[in-house]
């Protein structure tokens, strides 16, 4: 019975995985469509997007269990989302007419089209997000009976009701819009670049570098993972694809399991921060802020360099404290040779139709079909179709689940701002802070780290855009200045415990504990904290300004609190620092950091006579071992 049972699941889902490579394939080729022909009104596009990404996803998950009543289930939930969508489109323009009065029956829609991209999201991130906007649609409902400055007006449940959904509000808006036309395409991008072979070329490059430098293991995966990460936009997903190989071979070169999960987790977080596709984010920045994307993807330039500084220089004073070997493998020559076009072709293509000025879903539209015709030319890098399906099918999933949680996301900030909540957040926080811009920068920052959670690059960027960034501008901060700062904290969330979503993974391949692989991350991760600091006042950061003796202070400013943090985090430098001497690193770093946000020279006087010292004293003892 129970075989016979067996194979009838193993049929039903051998025919659910082709419904859902057709699926994929359609919504793929959709995409593709609208860059060139919208089809159909913004709204529209957008309530075909969040059909399409419903629908792919019960269908997978339905695929993706053992038991018949949720199998039943899963396919109950596509039937619902057509009929949600549906409902949308053919009423489309009496429920935009009618945005904030709807009738018994469009709030009854309303709120199973809200329950079910809540749910959905539950599913794909987990209970934190969806928590939390379950807490801005009860404050919604309830928070006019709050006292104090947090109390909003009353509002009618039919008026929340549409503006979270069927006014086409919330739910369908700037940020789903941006799922439509920016990030779908680009998760494809980089899932198509796994068929390719490109992943191959980055670990077979990460070897050939490890080869030459201390600690080899560790620089490999530093180098692999930034380059996988940058197209991949999601710092967990990354270490399950190139931590399944780095983190093992890290460990059996002398790192231990922990130590090996935070130098993979630093790496894949990185990758967000590097030029030019930064996780994708860099096009909702753009957005946002209503400059190019140029522009933006070269004021990131400076630091995402201190980042990799900050990797190479902390994977170095393990390795050292540790005595750990220069890597022994060699780098298979053949496939780095076939890897440079097929990497290289797309990715310049990509960059320099960004840099004219044209939109990301064209450039990524000629990125796709580029990374395509180059591979298929050669035999090394030519995917078969199977696996060119599969990972069509695991970018557009993930795509989908992106676009599910913008969707989601959209309630957050419209709840936000038609109660105003977000405006109160900002004037609480200046009120703690009392006008003064430290205090201000530092509450910001934690905000933001709490904000980014482990959520995906995008949606983090997203949460901090809304709430956090304000904060900084009523602070007299910069537009672009305040979303570079909100934006490198809410990365930094991917590797701050108790969260560290990339450490989670990371745990389970190497098989050691959570917190300590997370706090391993912070260390190597740590001394970055102190750079979006230095953005606030120095223009050379994200190169701008004129001053350039400012801009030299700055960068060396800058390059002590690196080092002294780093030294300070790993607790070694020449040699291993004594009680005295950790203490005085962070004090040196900090001091840099005094300047780089003050520009106050005595700071930096002091920073650079302390660290001197400490190098004088570090070297004097190595000499006496």
Same mark, same amino acid.
């Given at each position: 019975? /129970?075989?016979?049972?067996?194979?009838?699941?193993?049929?039903?889902?051998?025919?659910?995985?082709?419904?859902?490579?057709?699926?994929?394939?359609?919504?793929? #080729?959709?995409?593709?469509?609208?860059?060139?022909?919208?089809?159909?009104?913004?709204?529209?596009? $957008?309530?075909?997007?969040?059909?399409?990404?419903?629908?792919?996803?019960?269908?997978?998950?339905?695929?993706?269990?053992?038991?018949?009543?949720?199998?039943?289930?899963?396919?109950?939930?596509?039937?619902?989302?057509?009929?949600?969508?549906?409902?949308?489109?053919?009423?489309?323009?009496?429920?935009?007419?009618?945005?904030?009065?709807?009738?018994?029956? *469009? %709030?009854?829609? !309303?709120?199973?089209l809200i329950s079910i991209v809540i749910i959905s999201t539950w599913r794909c991130f987990g209970a934190v997000f969806p928590i939390m906007v379950l807490g801005v649609i009860a404050y919604a409902l309830w928070g006019h009976h709050i006292k104090g400055v947090f109390k909003h007006p009353y509002l009618e449940f039919g008026y929340i009701v549409s503006s979270f959904s069927v006014g086409f509000q919330g739910i369908y808006g700037m940020l789903l819009n941006i799922s439509v036309n920016m990030l779908f395409l680009y998760l494809v991008f980089g899932a198509l670049f796994e068929a390719t072979g490109v992943t191959k070329f980055f670990m077979e490059f990460g070897k050939l570098m490890s080869h030459y430098?201390?600690?080899?293991?560790?620089?490999?995966?530093?180098?692999?993972?930034?380059?996988?990460?940058?197209?991949?936009?999601?710092?967990?997903?990354?270490?399950?694809?190139?931590?399944?190989?780095?983190?093992?071979?890290?460990?059996?070169?002398?790192?231990?399991?922990?130590?090996?999960?935070?130098?993979?987790?630093?790496?894949?977080? !990185?990758? $967000?921060?590097? @030029?030019?596709?930064?996780?994708?984010?860099?096009?909702?920045?753009?957005?946002?802020? !209503? %400059?190019?994307?140029?522009? #933006?993807?070269?004021?990131?330039?400076?630091?995402?360099?201190?980042?990799?500084?900050?990797?190479?220089?902390?994977?170095?004073?393990?390795?050292?404290?540790?005595?750990?070997? /220069?890597?022994? *493998?060699?780098?298979?020559?053949?496939?780095?040779?076939?890897?440079?076009?097929?990497?290289?072709?797309?990715? !310049?293509?990509?960059?320099?139709?960004?840099?004219?000025?044209?939109? @990301?879903?064209?450039?990524?539209?000629?990125?796709?079909?580029?990374?395509?015709?180059?591979?298929?030319?050669?035999? =090394?890098?030519?995917?078969?179709?199977?696996?060119?399906?599969?990972?069509?099918?695991?970018?557009?999933?993930?795509?989908? /689940?992106?676009?599910?949680?913008?969707?989601?996301?959209?309630?957050?900030?419209? +709840?936000?701002?038609?109660?105003?909540?977000?405006?109160?957040?900002? #004037?609480?926080?200046?009120?703690? +802070?009392?006008?003064?811009?430290?205090?201000?920068?530092?509450?910001?920052?934690?905000? +933001?780290?709490?904000?980014?959670?482990?959520?995906?690059?995008?949606?983090?960027?997203?949460?901090?855009?809304?709430?956090?960034?304000?904060?900084?501008?009523?602070?007299?901060?910069?537009?672009?200045?305040?979303?570079?700062?909100?934006?490198?904290?809410?990365?930094?969330?991917?590797?701050?415990?108790?969260?560290?979503?990339?450490?989670?993974?990371?745990? =389970?391949?190497?098989?050691?504990?959570?917190?300590?692989?997370?706090?391993?991350?912070?260390?190597?991760?740590?001394?970055?904290?102190?750079?979006?600091?230095?953005?606030?006042?120095?223009?050379?950061?994200?190169?701008?300004?004129?001053?350039?003796? =400012?801009?030299?202070?700055?960068?060396?400013?800058?390059?002590?609190?690196?080092?002294?943090?780093?030294?300070?985090? =790993?607790?070694?430098?020449?040699?291993?620092?004594?009680?005295?001497?950790?203490?005085?690193?962070?004090?040196?770093?900090?001091?840099?950091?005094?300047?780089?946000?003050?520009?106050?020279?005595?700071?930096?006087?002091?920073?650079?006579?302390?660290?001197?010292?400490?190098?004088?004293?570090?070297?004097?003892?190595? /000499?006496?071992?």
């Amino acid at each position: 019975m /129970k075989t016979s049972q067996s194979n009838c699941f193993d049929t039903f889902d051998r025919y659910i995985g082709w419904i859902v490579l057709l699926v994929a394939l359609f919504m793929f #080729l959709y995409h593709m469509l609208i860059v060139w022909y919208p089809i159909s009104g913004e709204h529209i596009n $957008q309530n075909t997007h969040l059909g399409f990404c419903l629908v792919l996803l019960f269908l997978h998950w339905s695929q993706h269990t053992t038991t018949l009543w949720k199998k039943l289930l899963n396919l109950l939930g596509v039937l619902v989302s057509l009929a949600l969508v549906f409902y949308m489109a053919y009423h489309y323009e009496r429920l935009t007419f009618e945005a904030g009065w709807p009738q018994p029956r *469009d %709030v009854f829609v !309303g709120i199973l089209l809200i329950s079910i991209v809540i749910i959905s999201t539950w599913r794909c991130f987990g209970a934190v997000f969806p928590i939390m906007v379950l807490g801005v649609i009860a404050y919604a409902l309830w928070g006019h009976h709050i006292k104090g400055v947090f109390k909003h007006p009353y509002l009618e449940f039919g008026y929340i009701v549409s503006s979270f959904s069927v006014g086409f509000q919330g739910i369908y808006g700037m940020l789903l819009n941006i799922s439509v036309n920016m990030l779908f395409l680009y998760l494809v991008f980089g899932a198509l670049f796994e068929a390719t072979g490109v992943t191959k070329f980055f670990m077979e490059f990460g070897k050939l570098m490890s080869h030459y430098m201390r600690g080899g293991a560790g620089h490999s995966a530093t180098f692999s993972s930034s380059f996988v990460g940058m197209v991949n936009g999601v710092a967990a997903a990354n270490v399950a694809i190139t931590g399944s190989y780095t983190i093992p071979t890290m460990k059996k070169s002398g790192f231990t399991g922990e130590t090996a999960v935070g130098v993979e987790a630093m790496a894949s977080t !990185g990758g $967000q921060l590097t @030029p030019p596709i930064m996780g994708v984010a860099v096009f909702v920045m753009a957005g946002f802020l !209503g %400059v190019s994307y140029g522009d #933006l993807m070269l004021k990131a330039l400076v630091p995402a360099i201190a980042y990799y500084a900050v990797a190479v220089l902390g994977v170095f004073l393990i390795a050292f404290r540790e005595n750990i070997p /220069k890597g022994k *493998d060699i780098a298979d020559k053949r496939v780095l040779l076939a890897g440079v076009p097929a990497f290289v072709l797309p990715m !310049g293509l990509l960059t320099v139709v960004l840099l004219l000025h044209y939109s @990301p879903g064209f450039s990524a539209f000629l990125g796709i079909v580029c990374l395509l015709f180059v591979s298929f030319l050669l035999r =090394q890098t030519r995917p078969s179709l199977e696996l060119l399906g599969r990972s069509l099918v695991s970018g557009v999933i993930l795509a989908a /689940k992106i676009g599910l949680v913008c969707a989601c996301l959209g309630i957050f900030v419209k +709840s936000l701002t038609f109660t105003g909540a977000a405006t109160k957040l900002s #004037l609480f926080i200046t009120t703690i +802070s009392d006008g003064h811009l430290l205090p201000t920068l530092i509450l910001t920052g934690v905000l +933001s780290i709490f904000l980014g959670g482990s959520l995906p690059t995008v949606v983090a960027y997203m949460m901090v855009a809304f709430v956090a960034a304000p904060i900084l501008l009523e602070a007299g901060v910069a537009p672009v200045v305040s979303h570079f700062f909100v934006y490198y904290y809410a990365i930094l969330a991917s590797v701050t415990p108790p969260i560290a979503g990339g450490a989670i993974v990371g745990s =389970q391949i190497a098989r050691c504990n959570y917190m300590k692989a997370s706090w391993e991350s912070m260390k190597l991760a740590g001394p970055f904290f102190l750079l979006p600091f230095f953005i606030i006042n120095n223009p050379i950061m994200l190169l701008g300004g004129r001053n350039v003796l =400012q801009a030299v202070l700055c960068l060396i400013a800058l390059m002590i609190a690196l080092f002294a943090s780093t030294c300070f985090c =790993q607790r070694y430098c020449f040699t291993h620092t004594s009680k005295v001497e950790h203490p005085l690193f962070l004090l040196a770093a900090l001091l840099a950091t005094w300047y780089g946000l003050y520009s106050e020279k005595e700071f930096l006087i002091m920073a650079l006579i302390l660290t001197f010292g400490l190098l004088a004293n570090q070297l004097r003892k190595k /000499k006496l071992r």
